[in-house]
C-alpha cells in the first residue's frame, strides 16, 4: 500500500522502570496485547464494516451485470473492459487531475506563503487571520458549492455584478457555462475553501521549529524569502508530505462542489469521478458498472499517492540514517 | 568632511531600509488582510443578502438591504421543516465529532506509541478509506445496512460519518501523539497511575486540540 505518511522520529524504548522503593505496575506502560486488541477493537470492526467491506461487494458486484432487479448476470471483467474504453471516465479523471494539480499549487502553496507571512513579525492581528483563513473549511462543502454558485451567476452573481459596478461589463461571462474555463472557475472555490485547512496544518508545523535556527540565519543575513525557501521548506516536509496526501486524497474524491455547482456541466466537462459514479448509479442504474468505476478510482488514488511518495521515500531514508 | 559624508550615508542608509520595512510591512499586511476579508465576504453576502426581497436582490445583488426583512426566515420556518433538520444535523455532528474523536484518538495512541505485528498493515488499512468517495460506496453500503437491520433509523447515518472520518483523522492524530514526549506518561506510571487512566487522563487532554481539529473536518 503506498499510503503510510508518517513522521520520522526516533522511537526512545520506554525507561526500565525499576527504581528501588518504586512499585510499578509493568502494565501501565506495557499492556498486554490483549489489552491493545480490545481497545483497537471497537474502531477496527466500525470501519471495516462501514468502508472495507462495501469495498469488498463492490469489487465483487463489478463483476456482474445488475440494475437493482433479480436479474444479476456474472459477465467477468467486461466490466473493466467498458471501463477502459469510457471516454466520459477518462475525461472525469482528467478533471480529476486538474483540479489536484490546481488544488496543489493554490492550497498547499498559497497556505505555504500565507503561513510563512504570519510567522514574520510584521503582521498585526495573526490569531484573527488564522481564525478567518479557516472559517471557510467549516462550512459544509454543499453550502460552498451553492454560495458560489450565486458568486458565478451571470445576471446576479456577485462576479459579474462587481465587474458592472468598474464599468468592465464586457468581461462579465457566465463563468459557469464556458466549457473551457469551466475546471478553473470551479476549482477556485475548492481551494477557496481549503485553503485555511492546510494553513492551519502548515502554521502548527512552523511553529515547532526553533526560534534560534532562524536567528542564526537572520546573523548570517538570509532574507525572510532565503528562510522560508532554505529553512522551513525543509524542517516542514515530512507535513507538506501529508498535505500532498490529503490534498490527492481529497480530490481524487471531490463530490459535493461539483454537484451542487454545476452537476457535471455543461455536457461533461466539468464531470468528476465521483460524480460520474454518483451518476451511473443512480441515474443509469448500472450497479455492476458503477462498481467497477468505483475500483477503478481506488486504484487511481492509489497509484498517484504512491508516486507522490517516490521522492518522500528518499527523505526518509535520509532521517533514518 | 569625510567623516560627515559616511555620516549622512549611513542616515541614508537607515531611512532607505526603515522605508523598506514599513513598505514591507504594509504590503504583507495588506496582502493577508485582503486574504482574510475574501475568506469570510461569499458568506457575509449571503448572511445580508437574505434580509433582502427577491425584488431587491435582483435589482441590486451586492448592496446592503434597505431594511431588515425577516420575511424570508418566517417563510423558512413556517414552510419548511428546517427546524427538524437543524435539530437532525446538530446532533449527527455531534455524536460523529465524538466518536471519530474518541475512535481515532485510542488507534492513534497505540499505532503510534507501540510496534505490534500487523501495525503498519493496520495504519494503510485505515489510511485506504481516504481515497475511496463515499459515494461510490453507496449501493453496497446501502444494502448491507438494509440486510442487517441498520437503515432508517436515526443513528443510521453516524455509522458512515463516522467510518469515512477515521482515516484523516487517523493520519493527523497519529503524528501529533507521535511528537509529545513519552516522559509523560513515564511520569505517570511512576505516580501509580494505571494503563487507561493514563491513556485517557493524560494523553486524551494533551491530544485533544488537535484530534478535535481531525475530527470535525470531515463531518459537516
Given at each position: 500500500?503506498?499510503?503510510g505518511?508518517r513522521?520520522?522520529?526516533?522511537?526512545?524504548?520506554?525507561l526500565?522502570?525499576?527504581?528501588?522503593?518504586?512499585?510499578l505496575?509493568?502494565?501501565a506502560?506495557?499492556?498486554?496485547?490483549g489489552?491493545?486488541l480490545?481497545?483497537?477493537?471497537?474502531?477496527?470492526?466500525?470501519?471495516?464494516?462501514v468502508?472495507?467491506v462495501?469495498i469488498i461487494?463492490?469489487?465483487?458486484?463489478?463483476f456482474?451485470?445488475?440494475?437493482?432487479?433479480?436479474?444479476?448476470?456474472?459477465?467477468?471483467?467486461?466490466?473493466?473492459?467498458a471501463?477502459?474504453k469510457?471516454?466520459?471516465?477518462w475525461?472525469?479523471?482528467?478533471?480529476?487531475?486538474?483540479i489536484?494539480?490546481?488544488?496543489?499549487?493554490?492550497?498547499?502553496?498559497?497556505?505555504?506563503i500565507?503561513?510563512?507571512?504570519?510567522?514574520?513579525?510584521?503582521i498585526?492581528w495573526?490569531?484573527?487571520?488564522r481564525?478567518?483563513?479557516y472559517f471557510?473549511?467549516t462550512?459544509?462543502a454543499?453550502?460552498?458549492?451553492?454560495v458560489?454558485?450565486?458568486?458565478?451567476?451571470?445576471?446576479?452573481?456577485?462576479?459579474?455584478?462587481?465587474?458592472?459596478?468598474?464599468?468592465?461589463?464586457?468581461?462579465?461571462?457566465?463563468?459557469?457555462d464556458?466549457?473551457?474555463?469551466?475546471?478553473?472557475?470551479?476549482?477556485?472555490?475548492?481551494?477557496?475553501?481549503?485553503?485555511?485547512?492546510?494553513?492551519v496544518?502548515?502554521l502548527?508545523?512552523?511553529?515547532?521549529?526553533?526560534k534560534?535556527?532562524?536567528?542564526?540565519?537572520?546573523?548570517?543575513?538570509a532574507?525572510?524569502?532565503?528562510?522560508?525557501?532554505s529553512?522551513?521548506?525543509?524542517?516542514?516536509?515530512?507535513?507538506?508530505?501529508?498535505?500532498?496526501m490529503?490534498c490527492?486524497s481529497?480530490?481524487?474524491k471531490?463530490?459535493?462542489?461539483?454537484y451542487?455547482m454545476?452537476?457535471?456541466?455543461?455536457g461533461?466537462?466539468s464531470?468528476?469521478?465521483?460524480?460520474?459514479?454518483?451518476?451511473?448509479t443512480?441515474?443509469?442504474s448500472?450497479?455492476?458498472?458503477?462498481?467497477?468505476?468505483?475500483v477503478?478510482i481506488?486504484?487511481?488514488?492509489?497509484?498517484?499517492?504512491?508516486?507522490?511518495?517516490?521522492?518522500?521515500?528518499?527523505?526518509r531514508?535520509?532521517?533514518?540514517? | 568632511?569625510?567623516?560627515?559624508?559616511t555620516?549622512?550615508?549611513q542616515?541614508?542608509f537607515?531611512?532607505?531600509?526603515?522605508?523598506?520595512?514599513?513598505?514591507?510591512?504594509i504590503?504583507?499586511?495588506?496582502?493577508?488582510?485582503?486574504?482574510?476579508?475574501?475568506?469570510?465576504?461569499?458568506?457575509?453576502?449571503?448572511?445580508?443578502?437574505?434580509?433582502?426581497?427577491q425584488?431587491?436582490?435582483?435589482?441590486?445583488?451586492?448592496?446592503?438591504?434597505s431594511?431588515?426583512?425577516?420575511?424570508?426566515?418566517f417563510?423558512?420556518?413556517?414552510?419548511?421543516?428546517?427546524?427538524?433538520?437543524?435539530l437532525?444535523?446538530?446532533?449527527?455532528?455531534?455524536l460523529?465529532?465524538?466518536?471519530i474523536?474518541?475512535?481515532?484518538?485510542?488507534?492513534c495512541?497505540?499505532?503510534s506509541?507501540?510496534?505490534?505485528?500487523?501495525r503498519?498493515?493496520?495504519?494503510?488499512?485505515?489510511?485506504?478509506?481516504?481515497l475511496?468517495p463515499?459515494?461510490?460506496?453507496?449501493?453496497?453500503?446501502?444494502?448491507?445496512f438494509?440486510?442487517?437491520?441498520?437503515?432508517?433509523?436515526?443513528y443510521?447515518?453516524?455509522?458512515?460519518?463516522?467510518?469515512?472520518?477515521?482515516?484523516?483523522?487517523i493520519?493527523?492524530v497519529?503524528?501529533?501523539?507521535?511528537?509529545?514526549?513519552?516522559?509523560l506518561?513515564?511520569?505517570?506510571?511512576?505516580?501509580?497511575?494505571?494503563?487507561?487512566r493514563?491513556?485517557?487522563g493524560?494523553?486524551?487532554p494533551?491530544?485533544?486540540?488537535?484530534?478535535s481539529?481531525?475530527?470535525y473536518?470531515?463531518?459537516?
Amino acid at each position: 500500500m503506498g499510503c503510510g505518511y508518517r513522521h520520522t522520529y526516533t522511537r526512545t524504548p520506554f525507561l526500565p522502570l525499576k527504581r528501588e522503593g518504586v512499585k510499578l505496575k509493568k502494565s501501565a506502560l506495557h499492556p498486554k496485547s490483549g489489552t491493545i486488541l480490545a481497545y483497537m477493537l471497537p474502531t477496527f470492526l466500525i470501519y471495516t464494516f462501514v468502508v472495507i467491506v462495501p469495498i469488498i461487494s463492490a469489487i465483487r458486484l463489478s463483476f456482474y451485470n445488475w440494475s437493482g432487479g433479480k436479474k444479476i448476470t456474472y459477465i467477468g471483467l467486461n466490466n473493466y473492459v467498458a471501463l477502459l474504453k469510457d471516454n466520459v471516465f477518462w475525461q472525469s479523471f482528467r478533471n480529476n487531475i486538474t483540479i489536484t494539480v490546481l488544488c496543489f499549487i493554490g492550497q498547499i502553496g498559497l497556505a505555504f506563503i500565507l503561513a510563512s507571512f504570519l510567522q514574520t513579525r510584521m503582521i498585526k492581528w495573526k490569531s484573527f487571520h488564522r481564525i478567518v483563513a479557516y472559517f471557510p473549511a467549516t462550512i459544509s462543502a454543499v453550502v460552498v458549492g451553492f454560495v458560489w454558485s450565486f458568486v458565478y451567476n451571470y445576471d446576479y452573481g456577485l462576479i459579474n455584478t462587481v465587474l458592472g459596478i468598474l464599468n468592465l461589463s464586457k468581461w462579465a461571462k457566465p463563468w459557469l457555462d464556458n466549457p473551457d474555463s469551466i475546471m478553473y472557475a470551479v476549482s477556485i472555490h475548492i481551494i477557496w475553501q481549503y485553503i485555511g485547512f492546510y494553513m492551519v496544518i502548515i502554521l502548527a508545523a512552523m511553529a515547532s521549529i526553533e526560534k534560534s535556527i532562524y536567528e542564526m540565519a537572520e546573523i548570517d543575513g538570509a532574507s525572510g524569502f532565503q528562510k522560508a525557501i532554505s529553512i522551513t521548506l525543509p524542517m516542514i516536509k515530512n507535513t507538506l508530505a501529508v498535505t500532498v496526501m490529503l490534498c490527492i486524497s481529497g480530490n481524487m474524491k471531490i463530490f459535493d462542489h461539483i454537484y451542487t455547482m454545476t452537476g457535471g456541466g455543461p455536457g461533461n466537462s466539468s464531470m468528476v469521478m465521483a460524480l460520474d459514479v454518483y451518476k451511473t448509479t443512480f441515474i443509469k442504474s448500472q450497479y455492476g458498472y458503477a462498481s467497477a468505476m468505483s475500483v477503478g478510482i481506488l486504484v487511481l488514488s492509489m497509484l498517484l499517492i504512491f508516486i507522490t511518495r517516490i521522492p518522500t521515500m528518499s527523505w526518509r531514508k535520509e532521517s533514518d540514517d | 568632511m569625510n567623516k560627515n559624508e559616511t555620516r549622512t550615508n549611513q542616515v541614508k542608509f537607515e531611512t532607505t531600509n526603515k522605508v523598506r520595512t514599513l513598505t514591507a510591512t504594509i504590503i504583507s499586511n495588506f496582502i493577508l488582510i485582503l486574504f482574510s476579508f475574501t475568506c469570510v465576504f461569499p458568506i457575509i453576502w449571503v448572511l445580508y443578502s437574505s434580509f433582502k426581497t427577491q425584488a431587491e436582490f435582483m435589482l441590486n445583488p451586492v448592496g446592503l438591504p434597505s431594511r431588515l426583512n425577516f420575511a424570508n426566515y418566517f417563510q423558512v420556518l413556517t414552510q419548511t421543516n428546517m427546524d427538524l433538520y437543524m435539530l437532525n444535523s446538530f446532533r449527527n455532528t455531534v455524536l460523529a465529532v465524538l466518536g471519530i474523536l474518541l475512535l481515532s484518538f485510542i488507534s492513534c495512541y497505540f499505532l503510534s506509541r507501540f510496534r505490534f505485528k500487523g501495525r503498519n498493515f493496520l495504519y494503510n488499512y485505515f489510511v485506504i478509506g481516504m481515497l475511496i468517495p463515499l459515494h461510490a460506496l453507496l449501493v453496497p453500503l446501502y444494502i448491507q445496512f438494509k440486510n442487517s437491520h441498520l437503515s432508517n433509523h436515526w443513528y443510521t447515518l453516524l455509522f458512515p460519518y463516522i467510518a469515512f472520518g477515521l482515516p484523516i483523522a487517523i493520519v493527523l492524530v497519529e503524528s501529533y501523539i507521535a511528537s509529545i514526549p513519552r516522559e509523560l506518561e513515564e511520569a505517570a506510571a511512576i505516580d501509580g497511575s494505571s494503563f487507561s487512566r493514563t491513556l485517557f487522563g493524560i494523553v486524551l487532554p494533551v491530544t485533544t486540540p488537535n484530534s478535535s481539529y481531525g475530527s470535525y473536518h470531515p463531518v459537516f
